[in-house]
Structures are given as structure tokens and as C-alpha cells.
């Protein structure tokens, strides 16, 4: 849970037309555009030095760069999204991790992964297999992890209704907490954490981010934001309206490492 560095990419000019299956109307390029700013302002406040990426026209889910890319202390992974649309920004990110990762891994067709369904839990991952990440893709994530002495197991989410991603309902902050939304407590290999129940109402709060002393929080869920806080985390909240629009969280604008 301790980073030093974060990886952004600046919204491409087509943000709006990328996909979504959310019904909550066309998000506002230029509110996007604010709030991604502040969340940028947020991992500084919480120490992280960033690389911004500039927008990539043509990639308009390209925003959210959590998906293309898993990153761990041992080695960087790059993903296959699972979305055709998105084939190629795995490829436009690896001369970044290059400059960072002395060890580069792939997943690799007919393989599919989105990073959104990766959950570090310590020294253990948890894959989801899900509409994005198909079960090859799983798997393969799996071998390389433990060829790097990780601990991974797979999570199947196509059966939970509405979980696009696993991050979409479930995240780990630290200290054996761990936030599952209503969807995800019918899948019991989390039962060994102390389980903070998110309503299906309020899964979106869910998708939330330890970073170092902080916890990031999606603004307008104040009955989980004070429980949170109740076990002594430090919240800063953000307005994400225009993301959740486009099925984006707060974990999916950045890649976050230790160097």
C-alpha cells in the first residue's frame, strides 16, 4: 500500500465515446477534466511524484490506464484489454515501464485481461474472470505471478449482476480490511478478512484507493465514508460523476508503484 509514483493519461478529446454501460447520461469533457486534475492533486498531497501521460485521440477509455498494465515490486505485466477497442494502449505504455521495470511480462491472445479485475492483497493477488478477462487471461496473470513468488487465485464474477470489473466492488486497505460490495459476499474466499459490507446501493464507494496514509473516496456515499474513517483512515474525497458516467473508478486512473 506504499507508493512513491503514480502513472496518469490526459483524457483524449473523444472521452465521451468510449464505453459504458452505465445510464447516467454523456459526461462534460471539460467537469472530466477538472476532477482528473484533482484526483492528480490528491496522489501528490499523499506524496506520489507522476508521470502524466498526453491524451491518445482515438483511445477515448485510454483514461483509465489501471487496465493496461499490472504492476508489482518484482516485474510489470502488461495486459490484453478485453475490449477490442482498447487493443493498442498496452502497446503505447510499455516504453514508460521500460524506463522503470527491469522485468516486462505479457498476456498474450487469445488471453484477455483487464487490470481492473487485479487486486494486490500483500503478497497476494486476487484475478477476476469477468466479461474483460477471459479465463486464459486469468490463468496466464496467475503463472506469472507466481513465477515471481506471488500468490494468485481467480475470482469468477460473470455470475454477479452488475460487477464489470472485481475492483468494481471489492477493495483491500490495508491492515486485513477489506470493502466488498453486496454482489461479491456470495464469494467466500474473502472470509478471512474483516469484511466491511458495501451495500448494492452504494457500490460504486466501493472502488476505493489506499495510498500510503490515505484512503481516496468517491464523494456522495457519506454513511461508508464514515465508517471508513471510523477505523482511523484518513479520507480525501473526490467528485467522480463524470467517470462513474463511463464505468471508471477511482482505482482506474492510475498505475501506482514503489521505485
Known sequence: MNFNRAILRTLSIDFASGITSADLGKPSFDKALIQHQAYADAL???????????????????????????LTERGAILTNPGAASRNGEAVLIKPVLEG???????????????????????????IGVSERTNGEGARQLKAILESLHYQAALVDIRPLPGVLHLKSALAYLGERYMLVAEPLRQVRVFEDYHILEVAAAEMYAANCIRVNDFVLMAAGYPKLQRRVKSLG????????????KMDGGLSCLSLRFYE
Open 100 to 126: 522503470v521495470f527491469s522485468q516486462i511480462f505479457a498476456i498474450t491472445a487469445p488471453g484477455t485481461l483487464d487490470g481492473g479485475d487485479v487486486c494486490q492483497v500483500d503478497d497476494h493477488f486476487y
Open 233 to 244: 483512515y484518513r479520507l480525501i474525497v473526490l467528485e467522480m460523476s463524470e467517470f462513474q
Open 44 to 70: 501528490r498531497h499523499c506524496g506520489l511524484k507522476l508521470t502524466m501521460l498526453p491524451a491518445v485521440d482515438g483511445y477515448p477509455d485510454s483514461t483509465f490506464v489501471e487496465d493496461v498494465a499490472v
